[in-house]
């Protein structure tokens, strides 16, 4: 079985850096890559290298005029093909800037229903002194020369966070112009990331010296493999090679793509290095004319904020806040729990119902507001002082459900309604 390792990140010295480290590491691993910067002329160039070169290359047609549709489309026969030769160990696929994790890990997942393929990693490769730039950049990626289709209406802040926040691990690449702040921010933003540096030195494989590669010195038996394709996740071993150990270290796609806003792992309350991270929760409804006309204020108070908000005037949605480099997403994420019938709770995820349950209020089951942010320079006092001013009054609170519907529905075009 072919294992398969994503490598991502819109900072592409720190993830060629960390290719270029796992080819280094891994004999028998080699690297797909998709560059996606041609698609305006109608094709994608595709290169399969290993760490001493390219090793073949050639063209994919775009696909109903789509870049990642294309890599969608070519990629998945090469990993067969791969696995079908059984001479490679490790296929790694190192995704081109602006293309996100998510969206190709479920490809491989799809694919290993009915090809020998194993996802074993997703890491997304970081320079920690360009998060905060990165962060704060909301330019549309079309702009930026990055889209990856006509239509890509993305920006670098918005992709960048996603990149971050969906992988498991974090390659770091070494930075002198990276501070205790930038390091901070980094930790807030994932807390729940391992962080593996990517290292310096020797890509020979060999590491220092004439010292062997930690997969050349451990016998086949004790890494688990059952010839050239069958490596299984290698046991830990402390100060050997962290960045070769996360590509095999196992990745559930399942779980990653269950995280809806009511149960998404958010960060907890931090202050560090100048760097904080307010979680502010509330069981109130928010006025729809007053948030909305505070939104530009509450977008640009932190570099990042997400989380679920509750609308006076749509008291049985549960609405998604996802905003970075200035600009916000506001989601229908479906209903609250506690609108639905009893009957409809068996179609809700177990994770959904436990995570309500955990935060349940007696009269208004899990409605509330539960928004997290997180940047350095926090204002916190002015932060929280601005969002309760958004809360519906103690008179309109009273008036009751009825009369908060008839508020004027001020986020109806960020919804499209």
Partial sequence: MLSVAIVGGLHADARRAAVDRLLADV????????????????????????????????????????????????????????????????????????VEPKAMAEVVAEAMASADLRLTGVITAVDPALVLPYLGNGDDLADAGLAAAATDQRTVADTFARQLEYAPVLALATSEDADDEDRALLAQLHPTARQVPIGDGDLSGRGDGDRESWFERRPAEELG?????????????????PLAEAAFGGFDVEAAAAQHPACALLPAEADECGVSTLVWHRRRPFHPERLYAALEDLCCAAARSRGRFWLADRPDTLLHWDAAGGALCVENAGPWLASLPDAAWELVPPVRRAAAALDWHPEHGDCCQHLVFTSPGLDRDGLELLLESCLLTDVEYAAGRTAWKQLPPAFDSLLEV
Wanted: glycine share 8%; aromatic share 2%.
């Fill in 225 to 241: 493999l059952a010839g050239p394709a069958g490596l299984a996740p290698a046991d830990s071993e402390p100060g050997r090679s």
């Fill in 27 to 98: 004999p028998g691993s080699v690297a797909l890559h998709h560059d996606l910067a041609t698609a305006v002329q109608g094709t994608v160039v595709r290169t399969v290298r290993d760490r001493t070169g390219i090793v073949s290359a050639g063209e994919a047609p775009l696909v109903n005029d789509c870049a990642c549709c294309a890599l969608r489309e070519d990629l998945v026969p090469e990993l067969e093909r791969l696995a079908e030769d059984g001479l490679t160990r490790l296929a790694i696929v190192e995704l081109w800037d602006s």
